[in-house]
């Protein structure tokens, strides 16, 4: 298993269960690659426009942030709501 000492934790699990037998081939893979395709395209598409009225000290600070995090100040208004939809962005205890 030498060959693998490269390997973190996770990556080294997926070649173990490779390695048991424990994947399957999908049957029909060009059907599953264009339902993937759609759920990608979906789930990336920005469709839908909002208006919001905030403080111009929380605007001066959102652009701040953008800027060390170098993205627009509006891509990172929706990540922060994204994670924060999604359960991955949590209030400080």
């Not at 030498?2 to 424990?22: A, G, M, Q, T």
């Not at 701040?64 to 891509?75: A, D, F, H």
Request: glycine share 2%; proline share 1%; net charge neutral.
């Amino acid at each position: 298993m030498n060959e693998f000492k490269y390997l973190d934790s996770e990556e080294k699990e997926i070649v173990e269960s490779y390695n048991n037998d424990e994947w399957e081939s999908i049957r029909n893979i060009d059907k599953e690659k264009q339902i993937h395709a759609i759920y990608a395209k979906n789930t990336s598409l920005k469709n839908k426009r909002i208006n919001i009225r905030i403080t111009e000290r929380d605007f001066l600070s959102l652009k701040e942030k953008s800027q060390v995090e170098g993205i627009p100040y509006q891509s990172l208004i929706s990540s922060i709501l994204h994670k924060y939809i999604n359960g991955s962005l949590k209030e400080k205890a």
